[in-house]
């Protein structure tokens, strides 16, 4: 019978869930529930709503040391607990100006909620009447504390998702239209307020009931960002939501990805190359009871989906538009694509489970090519498609990663994999997804075969990039500090030792592979951790 539209979900640390029901701004009323025993059946479920108001759609909310905090069009706003009695209280206007709409005023609409370190991070959107003509979409970044706002990139879209990493790296999901030929993953520099290449509106009139008409000059395109990842609309993605940082699983230190449209969630593995983040994305799940919109990891592992969906034709699954899923690791195999990085001359393909004998025949694989090239239009066509031609496969040795070597590698395209049923795990299963499309805007200097120097399970709060290539172990910290490394092995020996600051690259000679202890040790801190460093 509990039958809600979800906008954003949370745990309080008692294993309380905290569910954000979302409505339509011509109801005007949102409503906030605590669900306690969510991982249990159902039947055993206590559900108890402790907020009513006049808030208007919220798609965010984060629970912040026991406090509960969400947005709506109008905000941030606060769920204060007066003696069991909840009252909501905003604290937070969009940091941009507002809209005059027929001589009133109204705020820009806001999306997804996330939350780090002291900092909210929200998006506003810039599609349509929601704030024409006065402002771009923009991501927006707020301090908890001193309630000071500072836009941290312009360009957005409609934006009706964010993710945030372990340590703090952000990331929006736009979707498909104007100068948007297919759904897009942005990452948020830290250092720097970038573009992402949606132009303002110029004028209200011709830019409703529609695809918009009426754009100020978009920035040069050498001053966009690029997008890390592209879905392509229909059948991969039609209306992206929220994203999910995996912190357990197979498919740790990786994004899980709602849509609100398809009914499906989408995963993606993105990777830093030259600097600038890209990677694939692939199916996680099938259609589902409704679309998601807004994800969380309980106190046991499980992952929690909220669904939302509109009674709009294209804006629901089949007709229905609420839900709570979710989905628990059980003991057999994944049958899956964990992952697939640039190298030099192709892909490495990562499995989650060893592949039977053959797998380096090319006639298990398949791949295309084409680019994208945003316009005023309305989406846009996969352009210039290439059958790419495999000059080269290798397996390596555990036979969970294949190296796939391509003739005319171009970067700035979109390289879509299609694996054949008679590609064999070694129990004689074939892959659950055999789809996968990878956004390549650089092409890594990284060798073939070159499996992730550490488990993604492993967290630093030095926050290191590395790679080990040909028993050389490379690494970049953060920035602005000065670090002494020790490379240690498993006798206790100091087998290499090096000193910098994070804007240097950091190599050490690692004698042979094996198990190590790196030992970091920078200004008032220092860790050890443990690296399994094979090749």
Do not use: C
């Amino acid at each position: 019978s509990f039958k809600v539209a979800v906008g954003g979900i949370d745990f309080l640390s008692d294993g309380r869930m905290v569910v954000a029901q979302w409505l339509h701004k011509s109801t005007n009323e949102g409503r906030i529930y605590l669900v306690e025993n969510p991982s249990e059946d159902p039947a055993k479920m206590k559900i108890t709503e402790i907020f009513k108001g006049k808030v208007e759609e919220i798609l965010g909310l984060r629970v912040v040391d026991d406090v509960i905090y969400f947005s709506s069009h109008d905000g941030i706003f606060k769920l204060n607990n007066n003696g069991g009695k909840y009252e909501s209280e905003l604290i937070m206007a969009p940091g941009v100006p507002v809209v005059q709409k027929n001589g009133s005023a109204a705020f820009p609409r806001v999306y997804s909620l996330e939350y780090y370190s002291g900092n909210f991070y929200y998006t506003v959107s810039g599609y349509k009447n929601f704030n024409i003509p006065d402002n771009d979409g923009v991501v927006m970044k707020a301090s908890l504390a001193t309630k000071e706002q500072e836009i941290v990139g312009r360009g957005v879209r409609n934006a009706n998702g964010m993710g945030m990493t372990k340590s703090g790296e952000v990331f929006f999901a736009d979707n498909q239209g104007e100068w948007r030929p297919a759904n897009a993953i942005y990452h948020v520099p830290k250092d720097k307020s970038v573009h992402f290449g949606y132009p303002k509106a110029s004028q209200s009139d011709g830019n409703t009931g529609g695809a918009m008409k009426h754009f100020a000059p978009r920035p040069p395109e050498s001053e966009v960002q690029k997008p890390a990842i592209q879905i392509p609309y229909r059948p991969g993605g039609a209306s992206l939501t929220n994203m999910h940082y995996l912190e357990h699983t197979p498919f740790a230190g990786q994004f899980l990805v709602g849509d609100v449209t398809v009914g499906v969630v989408h995963r993606t593995y993105m990777e830093k190359v030259n600097g600038q983040y890209q990677g694939a994305s692939f199916q996680f799940s099938s259609v589902l009871e409704a679309g998601i919109q807004a994800f969380t990891t309980g106190p046991d592992g499980t992952i929690y989906g909220g669904a939302l969906g509109h009674s709009t034709p294209g804006w629901n699954v089949s007709g229905r538009t609420t839900g709570l899923m979710k989905w628990k690791m059980n003991d057999k195999p994944l049958r899956d694509i964990q992952a697939i990085r640039s190298n030099r001359t192709g892909f490495d393909i990562v499995f989650t489970e060893p592949l039977a004998p053959g797998a380096a025949d090319p006639k298990h694989f398949w791949v295309e090519s084409y680019y994208y090239q945003p316009t005023i239009n309305y989406g846009g066509n996969q352009l210039d498609p290439k059958k790419m031609k495999i000059t080269e496969i290798k397996v390596a040795k555990d036979r969970k990663t294949v190296a796939i070597s391509l003739e005319g590698l171009k970067a700035d395209r979109v390289y879509r994999f299609a694996f054949a049923p008679s590609l064999k795990f070694e129990n004689g299963t074939s892959l659950w997804n055999p789809n996968a499309w990878y956004n390549l805007n650089s092409i890594s200097q990284a060798e073939p075969l070159v499996p992730l120097a550490v488990s993604p399970r492993i967290s630093s709060q030095f926050q290191p990039e590395w790679r080990f290539v040909n028993n050389q172990l490379t690494i970049s910290l953060k920035k602005n500090e000065v670090y002494r490394i020790k490379l240690i092995n498993i006798r206790g020996e100091t087998v290499a030792r090096a000193a910098g600051s994070g804007s240097d690259l950091i190599r050490l000679a690692v004698p042979r592979q094996g198990v190590y202890l790196l030992e970091i040790e920078g200004k008032n801190k220092s860790e050890v951790l443990k690296l399994s460093l094979f090749q």
